[in-house]
């Protein structure tokens, strides 16, 4: 069956250091997207992309950078890590546009 | 200021109960979702609309694009029903990105 895998589950790491979040989905969808959710705030769209070499950012991508080398894969990188960034990440994909979203289940992420 | 809002925030039901959960968005939107967080956490799809009425077992969800408002209703609710219930919209003006709302937490006492 399909589906779309988060890795690590969960993560503790410094302040300062640089963090790599990987995302694989075995979907074949373009479209993927790495969202952050954090208490009182609803999910918020960090960087997202429609195709292999495709990049965008989104509502806060401050902090954050994303490659798309290929089509499974949207690894999401902290190049400093900040307490502000910690946070439950997930990514999502999703076939078009008008295409409900699969999501992964999520990467819990402390930084002290 | 968030543009989807909903309410409650809480909601606590005997089984058996009727449930509605609102929400409400001030910019147009090219299509509307209704998602399900599991208290362990993962997320799922349950409805996308842009008009009228959808409806998958004991769930229901309308819109009313005039008004801006969807509902998400659950008839005879049971226990497996407590989760978190998430409200998004796409907004064309921003290539249709997802805008959540914060969320209704719900739970079915049996």
């Known amino acids: 069956d399909a589906e779309i895998t988060q890795s690590p589950r969960h993560k503790i790491t410094e302040t300062g250091r640089q963090v790599t979040l990987a995302c694989h989905q075995t979907?074949?969808?373009?479209?993927m997207f790495w969202y952050r959710q954090d208490l009182g705030h609803g999910l918020r769209l960090i960087h997202y992309s429609y195709g292999v070499h495709d990049t965008n950012k989104g509502e806060v991508s401050d902090g954050y950078s994303v490659s798309r080398s290929n089509t499974e894969d949207l690894p999401l990188t902290l190049e400093s890590a900040a307490s502000s960034q910690t946070s439950v990440y997930f990514c999502?994909?999703?076939?078009?546009?008008?295409?409900?979203?699969?999501f992964g289940p999520g990467t819990r992420l402390t930084v002290l | 200021k968030n543009e989807v809002e909903q309410s409650p925030q809480n909601l606590t039901a005997q089984e058996g109960e009727f449930i509605t959960i609102n929400c409400s968005y001030s910019?147009?939107?090219?299509?509307l979702h209704w998602l399900q967080q599991h208290p362990g956490g993962g997320i799922v799809s349950l409805f996308m609309?842009?008009?009228g009425k959808k409806k998958h077992g004991r769930l229901i969800a309308t819109i009313n694009i005039q008004e801006k408002h969807s509902s998400l209703h659950i008839t005879a609710s049971h226990p497996r029903d407590s989760a978190v219930y998430i409200c998004?919209?796409?907004?064309?003006?921003?290539?249709?990105?997802?805008?959540f709302g914060t969320g209704t937490s719900l739970t079915v006492i049996p």
């Open positions: 979907w074949n969808h373009n479209n």
């Open positions: 609309l842009s008009s």
């Open positions: 999502a994909s999703s076939e078009g546009t008008y295409n409900e979203q699969f």
């Open positions: 998004a919209v796409q907004t064309p003006n921003t290539g249709n990105q997802f805008y």
């Open positions: 910019v147009g939107i090219s299509a």
